[in-house]
């Protein structure tokens, strides 16, 4: 059977793609550009949209495992729910669905409380389904690299609580693995969550150190306060993203993400290897 990757055009949603090819899988994509896409030859690509509903009927058509990760936008719960709405319709039974670390917490957060409330019907449907829930993804420092390179700042607020920051890589290779598992299953399996972690647990100031010892030079914390990174993030995102991401942070600061019991030792098992770390994209982001 094949398995449909909704979000492949994204960081996370290319690894996973990767992911399946590398274990045998047959894969299908659902993208607006197809000549945009850039797939290996052996995926199936199929142009369409999930606000489009004939093309995305067209897209769950034989198909009984489905990837679904919605990108944060005005709309993502109507994209989520239509999406599960016709892949009930279409008798897929077997999800893995990226939700986000603490989605039933941060309900003040907009895109914690959409994928809570997607998780919440994806119980209510009897889905059988592997929710994962990563944290503040590793690579999103990339949106920040120039202040780190250019002003020796670390500018984004996450606190003194720590946060484990995850790898895109590493959220892949588990949702392929999720995937290849309930796929070949002889029935649907219950559903479960797994929370996607980092190998450490950092500060502001702990990463501030790293990018000290990578870059040779000193560089400080920007504080916990968000005003001033909502305001930076304003000049190359809409604005309400910007809110969203300074109450993303504020939560960071109340609260962290910190990984419960066993999260750490339950990845490394599962993916037979350790964990990627943040020095390591820090580095590449100072090479590049």
């Known amino acids: 059977m094949t398995i449909l990757v909704i979000g492949a055009t994204g960081r996370v949603g290319r690894h996973v793609v990767d992911q399946l090819l590398a274990r045998d899988a047959d894969v299908r994509v659902l993208t607006r550009d197809p000549a945009k896409a850039s797939f290996p030859a052996a995926v199936e690509v199929v142009k369409g949209d999930v606000l489009d509903i004939d093309t995305l009927r067209a897209a769950l058509g034989g198909i009984r495992t489905l990837f679904l990760l919605n990108a944060v936008t005005g709309d993502e719960f109507t994209q989520a729910i239509i999406t599960l709405n016709l892949s009930r319709e279409a008798g897929i039974d077997r999800f893995v669905y990226l939700s986000v670390f603490g989605a039933d917490e941060a309900v003040n957060v907009p895109h914690f409380a959409v994928k809570s409330g997607a998780e919440r019907m994806l119980a209510a449907m009897d889905a059988g389904a592997t929710i994962l829930r990563p944290t503040y993804f590793i690579d999103n420092e990339a949106m920040v690299k120039d202040v780190i390179l250019q002003h020796n700042v670390y500018p984004m607020p996450i606190g ?12 892949a290779e588990v949702a392929a693995i999720e995937l290849i598992r309930r796929e070949r299953a002889p029935a649907k399996l ?28 000193p560089v400080v914390y920007g504080g916990d306060d968000p005003s001033g990174f909502e305001q930076n993030m304003a000049t190359f995102m809409p604005r309400w993203t910007a809110y969203e991401m300074r109450l993303m942070a504020e939560r960071y600061v109340s609260d962290g993400m910190i990984p419960h019991e066993g999260d750490r030792e339950r990845l490394t098992q599962l993916l037979g290897r350790p964990l990627h770390d943040y020095r390591e994209t820090a580095r590449r982001l100072a090479v590049a």
């Not at 003194?160 to 959220?171: C, E, N, T, W």
């Not at 797994?194 to 030079?217: K, Q």
């Open 160 to 171: 003194g609580k720590g946060v484990a920051m995850v790898d895109a890589r590493d959220i």
């Open 190 to 217: 219950p559903l479960q969550t797994i929370n996607l972690v980092g190998p450490e647990t950092l500060t502001g100031t702990d990463v501030a150190a790293i990018w000290s010892e990578v870059l040779g030079r």
